[in-house]
């Protein structure tokens, strides 16, 4: 991941943030969550978002109204990094549809993939996407009837020095 260009630049998300005021581009008033950061990009067209540590319990969803997205998470690669928690009731990442999206930098953990056509890729499911990146990312205790961390269906895309373990499929 490289380093967060300028503030500005940038969509900011704070798990914690008191104060989070639309378009959500300083770390100030960033959106404390990063359901509410892919609003603002939709709406404003801005395609960085920078994903400061915390937990977040929600599903992201990226289709191609997103497309050249670049999801980057706070100290990448050491999975002290920002976590998408599924708690053992949810999918973590879906995407579907989309184009040249990047994620880098987070834990993926405890997600859930059930149900008929819904248990295949619990910690991310991507279909009918191309150009699909994730980078430093650890993935663990992901459940799926197919791909417990991850399932790829007509799509591309690759995995740079990420981790999975404890995963079930």
Known sequence: CPPAPKETDNIWVDARSPTPVFPFATRATAANSIDFALFAARATGKRTLFVLR??????????????????????????????????????????????????????????????????????????DSTGITFEFCCFEGNQGSFGGAVYAENSSGSFRNCLFRNYNT
């Open 54 to 127: 915390g937990t977040y319990p929600e599903t992201v969803t990226i289709d191609n109204t997103l497309n050249g997205l670049k999801l980057f998470g706070e100290s990448f690669g050491n999975c002290n990094q920002p976590t998408l928690a599924g708690q053992g009731i949810r999918r973590l990442i879906r995407i579907d549809g989309a184009r040249n999206i990047h994620i880098c930098g987070f834990n993926i953990v405890d997600g859930l993939g059930s149900g008929r056509n819904q248990g295949r890729g619990a910690g991310a499911r991507i279909q």
